[in-house]
């Protein structure tokens, strides 16, 4: 390969200064987004199948407003009487007896569900809804014909058994057909068509929870027809076979996948939420599609964690700065402990903070709680099994109204301008197929193949340099601009690849790119995925190599200074404004690659440091020493002429308790 010349280039020198900068605390200024009234976190809040009284909304909303909540998300779950052996201990009234919950859909439960969006509104409070029952799309009007099927098994349907409507069992629809979620979104619509109005609300999608695994292969009548048209080759002997023994004919299969998901299901579900009046909020996580595309579709991208590792966030974020939405939200402190509850009503907020810095670091700026249970005026037994406890005398109620404000701080300072820019990196979802299914200390009931890319880390030589993920998807609607990558709001100096395959739609797009001016590093060649092979693969490698603005050597391409240089750095965000205004939150160093479960107590932290970074800003070069006090994450406000002033985000939380780390890992 050969290096960059500046020839025949107009070359312009920006002078940089090196200058040791001090600053002062300054207060932040709150600002609306263009989603949610306030950037206030909100709290998901687990309705059980029990009778749902006016009273009883009114109270639990007027303390989630008094604990400096910006909202709440409905989301409608079993009876307790499902889990008898969970629920004996609670609150008695509700066990075993009780089946006085309004039933599902009816007129009775829209009435109660539009009196709490209404009284919400009232209070200045956001009210999201679930788009069903519980957290996989799943309905009573779903026949077989329509359900979920698998390759080899049409006796297999998967249901939902912990839906509001138990001992009633949803069935899961089929994602590959929009007919099934048309037929499940009938009843849904007609029962939501008075509650979204209103404040504009957000219609909520969980996780991907299909059983999916070596044995069970997502099929829809038609797909080989399909599969021979699309590819060119009959795919049903090797679903006899087994595709673990063939991961290329595997990567065809899973690309035609992600077609029929994305239309059969993403793309109705985004359009339906467009027909409500209602934005689209969802998690994709764990989708077979090539999710980064997918998450770019809907108006709110959601990430989840602690059950999946904060660092998988960068995936959700990044393509929301590809897709320029404003709004990337997170599923926060899901069994911080372990699952189920471990030190339920025990939890405490250091470590709380802890991975809400975790997640800042990683461009999360709208955190949604999980979970505040449903409890009825004058009681607080009833808990979801599992999540960290947000609700009335919790363990973390008394820190709650001010951790909860300097949450609203925070996310109203990442909320600002767009996500900086600088590198480009092809995220490695073709190498995640190839692959094929996690090793066993890996894999959970819904966490099988390394598509899912969960445990997925930027390259360690970009770390100051702000790397954002891109994919095949984006990369078709990139252009070059002045020698730069861009893609919707966002420009990169360059786009840096590093994987060992590349779809050859991908590598058709690099090369046009490079070809326009783009500089590439280029650290390997990557092969073809998929069965049929293309001779113009290889002639495209070596045309893109060719090329002076290629190398496997990042700083040939590359000449502007990193964001970020230190000895080591913390996990750290930048946004910025149009003037050059620049915000970087830099996590306190817990934070800094979190693992599922954090135990309780790791957040303990008694002695200040201080570290020195050299930030580049505007042109300039900027010295700082920060320090970094216990439990506290800084954000440095970067104008344009180079001065830097430190933000008030301040909030101590107590010194939490060191506790054995019992802390189980997800098993079920």
């Known amino acids: 390969m050969k290096t960059c010349k500046l020839t025949d280039l107009v070359v312009v020198l920006i002078t940089i200064l090196f200058v040791s900068s001090s600053f002062n605390i300054i207060n932040i200024e709150k600002e609306s987004n263009d989603f949610y009234s306030s950037s206030k976190p909100m709290a998901r809040w687990w309705w059980f199948a029990t009778e749902i009284k006016q009273e009883d909304v009114k109270y639990q909303l007027d303390w989630a407003k008094s604990m400096n909540f910006g909202g709440v998300e409905v989301s409608w779950i079993y009876p307790l009487y499902r889990y008898q052996d969970m629920y004996a201990r609670s609150y008695n009234r509700f066990y075993p007896k009780d089946t006085s919950a309004q039933k599902w859909l009816s007129p009775e439960w829209t009435s109660i569900v539009a009196y709490t969006k209404r009284y919400a509104d009232s209070i200045g409070l956001s009210c999201d809804f679930t788009y069903g029952s519980a957290w996989i799309v799943a309905g009573l009007n779903i026949d077989k014909a329509h359900g979920t099927q698998i390759y080899g098994d049409t006796s297999f349907i998967q249901q939902l058994n912990f839906s509001w409507a138990w001992p009633k069992n949803m069935t899961v629809i089929n994602h590959m057909d929009f007919k099934a979620f048309e037929i499940y979104s009938k009843p849904m619509e007609s029962a939501m068509q008075d509650v979204l109005k209103g404040s504009k609300s957000a219609l909520f999608v969980d996780s991907w929870e299909i059983k999916m695994n ?128 471990t030190y339920l009503r025990k939890e405490q907020t250091a470590d709380v903070k802890l991975i809400a810095d975790a997640l800042f670091a990683q461009g999360i700026n709208k955190l949604i709680y999980h979970g505040m249970p449903y409890n009825p005026k004058g009681s607080d037994s009833l808990e979801f099994f599992a999540t960290t ?87 078709e609607t990139a252009k070059c601009k002045r020698n730069k990558l861009t893609v919707g709001d966002a420009e990169f100096s360059s786009l840096y690849i590093d994987v060992k395959f590349m779809d050859i739609r991908a590598l058709k797009r690099v090369l046009a790119l490079a070809k326009d001016g783009v500089p590439i590093c280029l650290k390997q060649n990557p092969a073809q995925p998929g069965k049929a092979k293309s001779s113009e693969f290889q002639t495209m490698l070596n045309q893109l190599g060719s090329l002076k603005n290629v190398s496997r050597d990042l700083n040939i391409i590359v000449k502007n200074p990193p964001l970020m240089q230190g000895d080591s750095l913390p996990a750290y965000w930048c946004r910025k404004e149009n003037d050059g205004t620049t915000y970087l939150f830099l996590a306190q160093w817990g934070s800094k690659n979190l693992v599922y479960p954090v135990y309780s107590g790791q957040s303990f932290m ?57 802390a189980q890992r997800m098993n079920f």
């Not at 999710?291 to 998988?312: F, K």
Request: with cysteine.
């Open 214 to 341: 070596s044995k069970n292969k997502l099929w829809t009548p038609g797909f080989d027809k399909a599969f021979v048209k699309k590819f060119g080759y009959d795919i049903i002997p090797f679903m006899d076979a087994g595709l673990d023994s063939f991961p290329d004919v595997r990567y065809d299969y899973m690309l035609l996948v992600d077609e029929y998901v994305t239309n059969g299901f993403y793309i109705p579900f985004v359009n339906k939420c467009k027909e409500l009046g209602a934005w689209s909020r969802v998690q994709c996580l764990g989708a077979p599609t090539d999710v980064m595309s997918t998450y770019g579709l809907v108006d709110i991208p959601e990430s989840e964690a602690m059950l999946n590792n904060p660092n998988y966030s960068k995936i959700v974020s990044s393509a929301a700065c590809l897709s320029s939405k404003k709004v990337t939200s997170c599923e926060s402190f899901t069994c911080m402990y372990g699952f189920p509850g």
């Open 389 to 475: 406890y947000f609700g009335p005398n919790g363990s973390l109620t008394p820190e709650l109204p001010a951790f909860n404000s300097y949450v609203e701080k925070v996310s109203a300072i990442m909320q600002k301008g767009k996500t900086y820019s600088d590198v480009a990196v092809y995220i490695p979802f073709e190498d995640g197929v190839m692959k094929g299914a996690y090793p066993p200390e890996r894999q959970r009931v819904w966490v099988w193949g390394e598509y899912e890319m969960r445990y997925i880390d930027m390259p360690k030589e970009l770390e100051g340099r702000h790397p954002i993920w891109i994919n095949r998807g984006f990369l």
């Open 606 to 662: 008694d002695k200040s440091q201080k570290n020195e970074f050299k930030i580049f800003a505007n042109g300039k070069l900027l010295q700082v020493t920060v320090e970094f006090k216990p439990y506290q994450s800084v954000i440095l406000k970067i104008n344009p002429n180079g001065k830097i002033e430190q933000m008030d985000i301040t909030f101590i939380p107590k010194d939490p308790v060191i506790r054995p780390k019992e």
